[in-house]
């Protein structure tokens, strides 16, 4: 099939259940070409775009040397990296208005079989246009904050009933969005985000004792503020205990500001965004993987955390919290441990019993990589996906509601 990705910022380090999507297309033989809004330009990406080529089939919106006169407003905002492309806002409709334009006319040459865009907003918006100039057929992923903060109801209906089929990371989501739109729950399926195995399965893993892990950017749904706390809590009692956090974002100067403020410099690490070879080195000494995720006040929350299958993967023991689709993930004394979210006492225990117990990380550690192979296998949640898009039906234009 010829597949074109409608997305907002490509290729984006923290986004890789996307390229992973893309990586498992090209090896099963799918040409996929993608259409960006924009390039985050960050410091570091992931080498499978560069082992596969990905950047030669990648055409974007802004950053091209007219771009300024396309949306002003727009491009100031992506320019300066504070662009939600999930927001429900005037910009970033006529923003969606132009790249369906400007992407419609390259697709008209392609021959496209189905369009598929990540996160409700512009991106979907952008798919939803361009689907009604070349007649062909999208669908979506709707993952969490695009869908949890202040959602645009009538627009998120919208386009669930205009897309062949709409995809959800996990059954909460798909519970959710029912609930919410009252779309038929047959509209929305359940297609898992999945790890890069092929880079995991280059790790040795060599764990150091008392080193506690966490990859996530630094938001406030991630919750990191609580793993520091719990490891506070900790410290007396095992004084060589190492919490090294890996990832960038808005919460960098208060999490550093908190660190010194509980005397914790020694204990507890910030490295930032770390490339591919660093990350994975991170990955091989850690001990146990936390992610204690939280719903922020906006209702912003994680869904289904990648990091956490990597460590799975990985055979690392994993604590996690009880939202959203996280216990789909884990189960509770199974392949991890999950807390209440914010519940720093919980939290800290559950540190202290895998710290202190080799036999339940050993066993946890195994079940966890089974269940991601079994589970969370991203040839079969591209079979699902490629299904749906091989049964698309072409009188789905006669009846195309905008």
Known sequence: MRIGYVLGLFPKLSETFILNEIVELKKQGHEVIVFSISNPNEEHTHEEVKRFNILEN?????????????????????EKLKWNYTTENIANKLLAIKASKHFSKIANKLDLDILHAHFNGTPTQTAMLMSKTIKTPYTFTAHAADIFVKPNVSM???RISNSLATFVPSYYNKK???????????????????????????????????????????????????????????????????????????LENILKKMISLLGLEKNVKLLGSLDDASLMKELSKATLFILPCVKSKNNDMDSTPVSLMEAMYLKIPVISTKLAGIPEIIENGKEGLLVEPRNVNQLAEAIKLLLENEDLRRKMGENGKKKIEREFNIQKEIKKMLKIWKEQNSEQFTSYSM
Do not use: M, W
């Open 58 to 78: 990648v055409h974007y919106l802004l950053g091209r040397k007219k771009s300024r006169n396309i949306v002003k407003y727009g491009s100031k905002i992506v």
């Open 156 to 158: 998120l209906k919208l």
């Open 176 to 250: 959710y969005l029912h609930e919410l739109t009252k779309v038929k729950k047959g509209k929305i399926q359940v297609v898992r985000p999945c790890p890069i195995i092929s880079k995991l399965q280059k790790i040795k893993r060599n764990p150091e004792d008392y080193t506690i892990l966490t990859v996530a950017r630094l938001q406030k749904k991630k919750g990191i503020k609580y793993g520091i706390l719990a490891v506070k809590k900790l410290v007396k009692q095992f004084p060589k205990i190492q919490y090294r956090i890996i990832g960038s974002g808005e």
